[in-house]
């Protein structure tokens, strides 16, 4: 077959696929955008005597265009893994072959689908609406989102995108996989994912991705009807086509929390009107076409005295954890929240009252421990559990002075916060930030070269501090195609090997990483660790990650290095102050993807720390060793 003359339906192509073409044939290019008025126009009136067309648009190609086109017309290939905006009736008719990109896509299409799971079920939208508010309420239970580790996840489509998702998951502790389809595929097996009919799928998976083409059988596969089959804490997450889900039917049942939430990467129409009910939701996240948990009970007996008094530092602690400290003590709780200037004040007012006499606090406030509360508390404290990992909020120098022990909360949080950092990977690789404010404007920047974003497969991912967080980070990006991941710290961990991931030095780390996630705790030595002297040492494509504390970080030089874009990209858990005031300039800047600390805000997690923190209340005062102590 000779080829002479190719048009390109959109001037957006890649660049690298023209130069390959216009060495072999002749080319043309529509020089229109899909959402320009002009670009239908244009094709039809350019379309005529070409022996091959790359349909790279959301228009559809019809028999009347193909009419235009004429009898010349050999092949039609489309830069997507779908075909349906083309008519392939009227091309087969015709005898025109017809070519798509089903592989070369996959990972980049599965990478979404996995930070789209996140980003649905960790109530990313929510966040970002939170901190631009400026309005945190901070507490246990404020913005707890779903697990995916213990889940089940269901494929609608096993092919190589289903696959590719699935691959990814790999390092997320899935309980189960399940896929549905017309046949069983020959790589499920070695992928560990079972077949199943579509109606079991919908009852059992917690998290339910549509991976497969459209068609007259799938259009409008999740209706009010399926949507019925479902959980209640089920999330649906489409990157097929908007059509495989009837909006209508779905925007019913998240407003009336009928599922728990959805991820869409497609809808229909394309752009989505920025005043459509869907983007209303909190629980629907749309973006722009682009260690051991302790079981809730108690490690003592029942005879425990209860002349003893707990402190419970906040009032929504997990109802899992308060029933260990009532079983052994009698428990006093304050009645505030500590969010905002006003909760603030009253709590530290309320907690004042209520500390004397106390021989335990459960400190889940971010209200510093200071001398002053230790002073009111009075010489019979034996302890502070914190619920959380970090403890830099806590006086170590008065605990010490004072024989007082320290308990955290390190090793339940680590799934959850490590599925917040893939998370910002994605999340900051993938340009959510800008993403999310085209669907808020409905003004989408359609074409093939737009808010284009970074890889993370056969990127370097350096990991500083490879405790508990960072090695479940490594072993979540494990089905990722990292090249490299390397890692920082005093000394060389022993569970590195088994990961795959190299020791180097701080600096070898900062020039060699493409993706630099901090999970380190805050200390003296870590204050400011990324500066404007190490911010300097990075490659301009870097993608710094921060889920430890926010003063691990120099503001401004981030924010100058963000600004001139010395490095890519930024994404935040965690910054300082926080709440981070809605005006703060870190907010005008298009490359940072800022969540609001939600690093342990899952359901399960919360209520492992609360038990945690209370068995090691128990143990601390009936004599036993601490479950989880801080060295002192």
């Known amino acids: 077959m000779s080829l ?48 091959a067309v790359i349909w790279n648009t959301k228009h559809k190609l019809t028999g009347d265009i193909l009419d235009i086109a004429g009898p010349q017309l050999k092949i039609v290939s489309t830069m997507s893994s779908g075909i349906d905006q083309i008519d392939s009736v009227e091309t ?6 017809l070519g798509n990109t089903p592989e070369v896509l996959n990972d980049a299409v ?6 789209l799971m996140i980003a649905a079920a960790r109530r990313f939208k929510e966040g970002v609406q939170e901190l631009e508010a400026g309005e945190w309420k901070y507490g246990v239970q ?28 790999k390092g997320f502790d899935i309980a189960k996989f399940i896929y549905s389809g017309r046949t069983d595929k020959p790589e499920a097996k070695k992928l560990g994912a079972e077949r199943v009919p579509l109606e079991q799928l919908l009852k059992e998976s917690d998290f339910v991705i549509l991976a497969c083409p459209l068609t007259k059988e799938t259009k409008y596969l999740i209706n009010a009807d399926t949507l019925k089959l479902m959980k209640k804490n089920s999330i649906v997450v489409n990157i097929g086509r908007g059509e495989l889900i009837n909006q209508e039917a779905l925007y019913t049942a998240l407003k009336e929390q009928q599922i728990f939430a959805a991820g869409l990467d497609v809808v229909t129409p394309e752009p989505i009107a920025k005043d459509h009910p869907l983007i209303s939701l909190p629980n629907c ?48 709780q304050t009645k505030y929240l500590n969010f905002g200037e006003e909760g603030r004040t009253l709590a530290k007012e309320d907690l004042l009252k209520l500390i004397p006499g106390c021989s335990a606090l459960v400190w889940s406030s971010n209200l510093p421990i200071t001398k002053e509360l230790l002073d009111k508390a009075g010489p019979q404290l034996k302890l502070v559990a914190t619920v959380s990992a970090g403890y830099n909020h806590c006086n170590l120098d008065e605990l010490r002075a004072r024989g007082i022990k320290l308990s955290n909360t390190p090793n339940v949080l680590a799934p959850a916060v490590a599925e917040i950092a893939v998370g910002l990977i994605l999340g900051a690789a993938r340009r959510f930030t800008e993403n999310l404010d085209q669907v808020r404007r409905g003004e989408w920047e359609i074409g093939f070269d737009k808010v284009l974003g970074q890889d993370v497969r056969g990127s370097t991912v350096g990991i500083v501090g490879l405790g508990g967080i960072g090695q479940a980070v490594v072993k979540r990006l494990a089905g990722f195609e990292v090249e490299k991941f390397v890692y920082s710290g005093h000394r060389e961990k022993p569970e590195a090997k088994a990961l795959g991931a190299e020791f180097v030095t701080q600096d070898q780390l900062l020039a060699q990483s493409d993706f630099i996630v901090l999970a380190v705790p805050l200390t003296n030595e870590t204050k400011h660790m990324i500066n404007k002297d190490t911010l300097a040492k990075m490659k301009s494509n870097a993608i710094v990650v921060n889920v430890g504390r926010g003063d691990l970080i120099d503001q401004e030089g981030l924010y100058d290095a963000l600004k001139s ?68």
Do not use: C
């Not at 707890?144 to 580790?149: S, W």
């Open 285 to 332: 996240f749309a973006v722009a076409l682009v260690a051991v948990a302790l079981p809730a009970r108690s490690v003592a007996n029942n005879t425990m005295t209860k002349n003893l008094k707990v402190l419970v530092s906040s009032n929504d602690f997990p109802a899992s954890g308060l029933k260990v400290l009532e079983e052994h003590f009698t428990v006093v």
């Open 142 to 169: 404020w913005m707890v989102g779903q697990d995916i580790a213990g889940s089940t996840v269901g494929i609608v489509g096993f092919g190589g995108i289903g696959q590719a998702v699935l691959r990814r998951l």
């Open 92 to 97: 087969k008719k015709r005898g025109i072959l």
């Open 110 to 115: 599965a990478d979404i689908t996995v930070g």
């Open 4 to 51: 002479k003359r190719v048009l390109i339906v959109n001037k957006s192509f890649p660049v690298a696929g023209v130069e390959l073409l216009k060495n072999k044939v002749q080319t043309a290019i529509v020089p229109h955008l899909d959402y320009e008025p002009e670009s239908l126009p244009a094709i039809k009136k350019t379309i005529a005597g070409f022996d």
């Open 565 to 632: 874009k010395q490095i890519y990209a930024a994404g935040l858990d965690v910054t300082t102050p926080e709440p981070l005031p809605k005006d703060h300039k870190l907010f005008t800047l298009p490359n940072l993807f800022v969540l609001p600390h939600i690093g342990s805000a899952t359901v399960r997690t919360r209520s492992d720390m609360g038990v945690l923190a209370a068995n090691n209340v128990v143990n601390a005062l009936t004599g036993k060793p601490l479950i989880t102590p801080v060295k002192l």
